[in-house]
């Protein structure tokens, strides 16, 4: 059984059709891509599994559970870890707010993972009392992904990770995504930076104008000629 | 609060703060209820009644266009004048001593124990409002939800838990007031809320919006600035001068005399 199965859905927003039948399965303790150029419809198929939009059409399932009644904050404490494009920081908040936020999804006391955080991000360690709207680009990635650690789902959905990173930033944000999913988390995510994540993830599906267009392993995919020369250069 | 949390001006929030008041005296005059029952009562039915506000007016509204909620909010404040005009009848009535009146001096400054109450109550329950929001998981959510309300729930968070919440404690409190300021002045009537709830509105404005800190200040501005003009001008003339501070901080701060901008995530 696939921990999460998305099944021919049509998604948008209102009116407007996005996802025309969009189908994919991600297995435990896979690292899973979703390739695309922009506007494919990338983060809005990551927003349909995670639930802030609903399904025209088609079904979701995690863990075999159908989510279609399910709503964003239960499919969060259900164990879906939905780190959005553009990072979602409360810059309101303090760092360490924002972590003990993530709380709400897990039903355990988080302490013991914001200290992993900590350990893994020192930085975010030294600067937990700070708004967390005064953390540059690469700390806020690391703050979104250390709120999805402390979380604990069982499912990561990254949406664009290396989004406005420096190339040195982006190599650590992937061997961190690496990490966790040695940890045991399966991982789900969206990338523009083809060569990044075809080499740190096991399978990858292609997605152009809302349809799926290739799927294989991240190493078939990168030999596609096809592919190669849409996303590779 | 409810302006903090969910960038929602309510404008039926001095119409609350009147069925506040007359829940309270309804209560005392056909129940004899004492004050230590009064009070807490009127809270949790007005909480209630916040909640079904809320659930039944805003909440389809959510996602419309920031307009429409207001202009239920004044439909909403009109609903319960009426609703009271029709209940209790447009003649203003007598608010019950709930608490006997007397003098007492701290050291020479007279101040009778009505007021002394009601100030120390009103700061008590700001400082805890405050210390809530500030240190509460539920306060930090709420904080949380005025940033970013779709991020919120992908961490868990129930929006609709805490939007009732947040509406629960802010028309409770406002019935608080309702019934403070039914012992101070002890007439109420069925407008009495408008132009309170413009002053508090004022006063939020003044302090900058979503502060507790600020409304308070703001509040305190509001009264000096009143006090000041009533004795140089006819006191006719207060509440145009109030409301023409409103008009001129708006124009110079919009954030407020205390607030820092609100850089909203873009
Ligand atoms: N909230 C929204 N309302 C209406 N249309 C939207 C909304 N969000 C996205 N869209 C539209 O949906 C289409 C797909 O957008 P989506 O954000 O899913 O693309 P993407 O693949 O993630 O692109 P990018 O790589 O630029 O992030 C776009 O045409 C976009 O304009
Ligand atoms: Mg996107």
Not at chain 1, 77 to 106: C, D, Q, Y
Not at chain 2, 7 to 35: E, W
Not at chain 2, 118 to 126: E, P
Request: hydrophobic share 50%.
């Amino acid at each position: 059984m696939n921990l999460l199965h998305v099944d021919n859905i049509v998604a948008g927003y209102g009116p407007l059709t996005i996802l025309h039948g969009v189908s994919l399965a991600v297995d435990e303790g896979e690292i899973v891509c979703v390739l695309g150029a922009n506007g494919a419809g990338k983060s809005t198929l990551l927003r349909a599994v995670s639930r802030l939009i609903p399904l025209a059409a088609g079904t979701i399932s995690f863990r075999g559970k159908s989510l279609a009644r399910v709503r964003p904050h239960q499919a969060a404490a259900m164990g879906i870890s939905h780190v959005p494009e553009g990072r979602g920081i409360f810059g309101n908040l303090t760092v360490a707010e924002n972590l003990t936020l993530a709380t709400f999804a897990s039903h355990t006391s988080g302490a013991p993972r914001v200290s992993k955080v900590y350990e893994t991000f020192p930085v975010l360690g030294q600067r937990r009392g700070q708004l967390a709207s005064t953390l540059s680009g690469g700390e806020q990635q690391m703050l979104a992904i250390g709120r999805a650690i402390v979380s604990d789902g069982d499912l990561f959905v990254l949406d664009e990770p290396s989004m406005g990173l420096s190339p040195l930033f982006v190599k650590s944000v992937f061997s961190i995504i690496s990490e966790i999913n040695k940890q045991g988390k399966t991982v789900l995510v969206v990338e523009q930076n083809a060569t990044m994540a075809l080499s740190h993830s096991h399978r990858a599906y292609v997605l152009e104008n809302g349809k799926i267009v290739a799927e294989g392993t991240s190493r078939e995919i990168a030999r596609d000629e096809r592919i190669k020369k849409a996303y590779l250069g | 609060m409810v302006y903090g949390v969910l960038r929602l001006i309510n404008f039926a929030h001095g119409d609350i703060f009147m069925i506040g008041s007359y829940t309270a005296l309804f209560l005392a005059s056909y129940f004899h209820a004492p004050f230590a029952v009064v009070v807490p009562l009127t809270f949790a039915a007005i909480a209630l009644l916040g909640v079904c506000i809320e659930r039944l007016a805003y909440r389809p509204l959510r996602s419309a266009p920031r307009v429409s909620a207001v202009i239920t909010a004044l439909a909403i404040g009109l609903f319960l004048e009426t609703i009271t005009l029709a209940v209790a009848g447009p003649e203003p009535r007598k608010f019950p001593a709930l608490v006997g009146d007397h003098e007492i001096s701290f050291g020479g400054v007279g101040a009778s124990n009505v007021q002394v109450l009601i100030i120390g109550a009103s700061v008590v329950l700001m400082a805890a409002l405050e210390l809530f929001v500030a240190k509460t998981r539920t306060g930090m959510a709420m904080r949380a939800l005025s940033w970013d309300a779709i991020t919120a729930p992908l961490l868990g968070i129930n929006i609709d838990a805490i939007v009732s919440f947040t509406f629960a404690i802010g028309t409770g409190l406002a019935a608080i007031a309702g019934i403070f300021v039914g012992l101070a002045y002890p007439v109420i009537d069925p407008y009495m809320g408008i132009v309170v709830g413009w002053k508090a509105f004022v006063s939020a404005v003044i302090g900058g919006i979503g502060s507790i800190k600020g409304a308070v200040a703001g509040g305190f501005i509001l009264g000096i600035v009143e006090i000041i003009s009533a004795a140089f001008l006819p006191s006719s003339y207060k509440d145009m001068i109030v409301f023409g501070l409103l008009l001129v901080i708006l124009l110079f701060r919009p954030a407020g005399l205390f607030g820092v901008p609100v850089n909203k995530k873009v």
